[in-house]
């Protein structure tokens, strides 16, 4: 079986690119402009990643929110990376989500990704 991401780099049906990474709108999005920033090298981590990779990752992060700010107009943003099948990886070739926020799109978004799970000690920040 081949890797969806993988498939991405024969289609090239990406909304933006550079030299080692490319980022799509997420099939499965959390909030509307959902969108994903994958590298065109398959690995599972971003533990993984080169140094130059990790700089491609960034500049698509802050181009992406450079197009949703302009189409969708969110509030916030989360950014977040699963890595391993016990943080919920299910596509094994990494994948970093940025994830426009909306006022309202949670009834109480205090401590942003703390929701996961109910945490081991209380976060009052």
Same mark, same amino acid.
């Given at each position: 079986m081949g890797c969806i991401f993988c498939d991405y780099l024969d289609n090239k049906a990406y909304i933006?690119?550079?030299?080692?990474?490319?980022?799509?709108?997420? #099939?499965?999005? $959390? %909030?509307? /402009?959902?969108?994903?920033?994958?590298p065109k090298r398959h690995f599972a981590s971003c533990f993984d990643a080169t140094p130059d990779e990790v700089i491609a990752f960034n500049d698509l992060i802050k181009r992406a929110k450079g197009l949703?700010?302009?189409?969708?107009?969110?509030?916030?943003? #989360?950014?977040? $990376? %699963?890595? /391993?099948?016990?943080a919920g990886q299910t596509i094994f070739h990494l994948h970093i989500h940025v994830i426009p926020?909306?006022?309202?799109?949670?009834?109480?978004?205090?401590?942003?990704?703390?929701?996961?799970?109910?945490?081991?000690?209380?976060?009052?920040?």
């Amino acid at each position: 079986m081949g890797c969806i991401f993988c498939d991405y780099l024969d289609n090239k049906a990406y909304i933006m690119e550079n030299e080692l990474a490319f980022a799509i709108y997420d #099939n499965f999005p $959390v %909030n509307k /402009g959902h969108m994903l920033i994958i590298p065109k090298r398959h690995f599972a981590s971003c533990f993984d990643a080169t140094p130059d990779e990790v700089i491609a990752f960034n500049d698509l992060i802050k181009r992406a929110k450079g197009l949703l700010d302009s189409r969708f107009s969110p509030d916030g943003y #989360n950014i977040g $990376v %699963n890595i /391993g099948e016990a943080a919920g990886q299910t596509i094994f070739h990494l994948h970093i989500h940025v994830i426009p926020r909306y006022v309202g799109d949670v009834e109480n978004p205090r401590g942003g990704i703390r929701k996961l799970k109910k945490p081991i000690i209380e976060y009052d920040g």
